[in-house]
Every structure is written in structure tokens, then in C-alpha cells.
């Protein structure tokens, strides 16, 4: 059976590079599955849980947002953020949403600054739900 060549890259590297039989992305428009042969598309992607599938088993990782290209049996993710849930510190994220939470109450919506803490508040939001803490 065919495989899909998964890549996460962000800013910084390359987080990973593997063949997988599917990939679930958090969609600008919700969760995404894609499979080997699936159409070629660009989607944003949101804060939250990126899942591969090889053989069953599940990989799951934490993507900050950013854009994916779909193509040719090819997933590339390029991330604001990323990292492995069982690498996400729930302390250090509930500490910045903490923060994140006090920045936005003093601002207005006409602040530029609110779009850049509401972005942070819903950023840290998913990387504790999805390293399971609520």
C-alpha cells in the first residue's frame, strides 16, 4: 500500500520528516483526514492536534497554526510551532495563557495588540487540550 511522506517544518527545523498512511490536520475549517492519493490542496491550519496513522499506531503532535500543501502523497506542514505532546509543558502553557488572559483584558478590540493576544490566548488554549489538561 502506498504511504504518505509526512514533513512538520517551522521557523527554527525541520520537526520531522516520515511515511504514514494518514494524516489528520486541524483545518482552518475543522479536521482534515488525508490519505495516499488524495487531491492536491493548501489549507491553513489552526492551532491544535496533527495525528499520524502508520500501521495503527498514532503520533500525535502540537501545531501552534501556520499552512499545509497537500500533493502528490506529500503532507508538508509549515508551522508557526510545533512539538510532541508528551514534550508540551502544561505549566509553562498555563502560565502564558494566564498571561496571554491579563494582556487582553486591559486592551480594546481596536488595539492592534488584541488580535496578537487573542491569537496567544487560543494558541495555548489547544496545546493544553491537546496535551490532555483542561
Known sequence: MAKLTVE???PEKRILSVQADEAIVPGSRGLFGVRPGHAP?????EPGALTLIDAGR???FFIAGGF???GNDK?????????PVAGIDVEAARKRLAEAQDRLKGLSTED???????????????????????
Not at 75 to 83: H, N
Open 58 to 60: 498514532r503520533e500525535t
Open 68 to 70: 499545509v500543501e497537500v
Open 8 to 10: 512538520i517544518v517551522t
Open 41 to 45: 490542496f493548501l489549507s491553513l491550519v
Open 75 to 83: 503532507v508538508l506542514v509549515l508551522a508557526d510551532g510545533a512539538e
Open 112 to 134: 492592534a495588540r488584541y488580535q496578537v493576544e487573542q491569537a496567544a490566548v487560543r494558541r495555548e488554549t489547544a496545546r493544553m487540550n491537546v496535551a490532555g489538561a483542561r
